[in-house]
């Protein structure tokens, strides 16, 4: 059994920074993709960032320049620096383990 566990989130004024983590547990027998999403209320999911096992990096337009993926293979663990955060940033961010395996979400909210 794989579990992910996100932290991280809070709330932050407007051109802050937050930092998300998301450990990754069990039996895993090789990671070949982890991913952020998050979704907004009366929004679908989206995807923010990926990192592939060869060190691809993909990232939503809307974020580029501003967050950075980044994976500890150590420890299982997948981070998302978030710089110049915005409001339109204010989601539930959830990480995925290679499109199978999902955390319980980590709430990031931004505002004045």
């Known amino acids: 059994q794989v579990q992910l566990v996100e932290s991280g989130g809070g709330l932050v004024q407007p051109g802050g920074s937050l930092r998300l983590s998301c450990a990754a547990s069990?039996?895993?027998?090789?990671?070949?993709?982890m991913a952020w999403y998050r979704q907004a209320p009366g929004k679908e999911r989206e995807l923010v960032a990926q990192?592939?096992?060869?060190?691809?990096?993909n990232y939503a337009d809307s974020v580029k320049g501003r967050f950075t993926i980044s994976r500890d293979n150590a420890k299982n663990t997948v981070y998302l620096q978030m710089n110049s955060l915005k409001p339109e940033d204010t989601a539930v961010y959830y990480c995925?383990?290679?499109?199978?395996?999902w955390g319980q979400g980590t709430q990031v909210t931004v505002s004045s």
């Open positions: 995925d383990l290679n499109d199978a395996y």
């Open positions: 990192l592939t096992s060869g060190g691809g990096r």
């Open positions: 069990g039996t895993i027998l090789s990671i070949w993709r």
